[in-house]
């Protein structure tokens, strides 16, 4: 069992910056394939950005340019840096974690808001 643990999340003005970060318990953080996820409401889940085990990356078009992910195997923790967020930026943001084996976890979510 893996839990993760978002934080970062809150209401900015279109333009600014915001850092979403994930713990993940246990101890085969390093062989996994991370990635933030959002869903805004009334509308599917997306994926935003995934960075593998080896640290490449990969990133929605809506977000390319704006937004990094990446890692601290150390610390057991993925972040999400956006920048010019948007108003459509706005949605709950979530953590998952992909094991070696294909297991899966997702965290709780955490909220942002784009508004003026």
């Known amino acids: 069992q893996v839990q993760l643990v978002e934080s970062g999340g809150g209401l900015v003005q279109p333009g600014d910056s915001l850092r979403l970060s994930c713990v993940a318990s246990?101890?085969?953080?390093?062989?996994?394939?991370m990635s933030w996820h959002r869903q805004a409401p009334g509308k599917q889940r997306e994926l935003a950005a995934v960075?593998?085990?080896?640290?490449?990356?990969n990133y929605a078009d809506s977000v390319k340019g704006r937004f990094t992910i990446f890692r601290d195997n150390a610390k057991n923790t993925v972040n999400l840096q956006m920048n010019s967020l948007k108003p459509e930026d706005t949605a709950v943001y979530y953590c998952?974690?992909?094991?070696?084996?294909?297991?899966?976890?997702w965290g709780q979510g955490t909220q942002v808001t784009v508004s003026a």
């Open positions: 960075i593998t085990s080896s640290g490449l990356t």
């Open positions: 998952k974690f992909l094991g070696p084996t294909g297991t899966s976890y």
């Open positions: 246990g101890s085969i953080f390093s062989r996994s394939v």
